[in-house]
């Protein structure tokens, strides 16, 4: 099996009509030696890969083994119609906040589409340097409230 050095890794299988997302180093990549009826590709980000996947019109599946922790997947943002997003920079790291047409709200990594786990806490040490207080206690400020005022100072 080839030695990957990208970060994602699909798998494309015209004949059972799928493609198979996984993080590289997935044990589940190549596990019937790599020589199946389908081909591998890599990607360096996950974006790449679910928008190659998209484009082939094959129903994507996301492995059970390594993608299954990721919050945001491509098919979530798809079928969650996004209303705005609004990118900024906060320790050399770039986020995209967002705002769906339903009541969701997200901050994602830009580099791997990846749901950040603590959106309050990104929030909160973004809007310190506007003077801004995001409260700990979800009774005052929620994740929604912190994510809109975020994006207002983007």
Not at 80 to 98: C, H, P, Q
């Amino acid at each position: 099996m080839k030695n990957w050095t990208a970060n994602y890794v699909i798998y494309e299988n015209h004949v059972n009509k799928h493609i198979g997302i996984h993080r590289n180093g997935c044990s589940q990549i190549g596990k019937n030696g790599g020589n199946g009826i389908g081909k591998y590709i890599g990607f360096s980000n996950l974006n790449d890969a679910y928008e190659y996947a998209k484009n082939s019109n094959l129903l994507i599946k996301d492995c059970s083994f390594c993608i299954k922790n990721i919050q945001n997947k491509y098919s979530c943002e798809e079928n969650m119609d996004i209303a705005e997003e609004k990118e900024f920079k906060l320790n050399g790291t770039v986020y995209i906040a967002r705002k769906y047409k339903e009541t969701k709200r997200d901050i994602i990594y830009k580099e791997t589409r990846e749901v950040v786990k603590n959106i309050k806490g990104i929030a909160r040490s973004y809007l310190k340097q506007f003077n801004e207080n995001v409260s700990k206690d979800a009774n005052v400020m929620n994740t929604y409230n912190a994510v809109d005022l975020l994006m207002k100072y983007c």
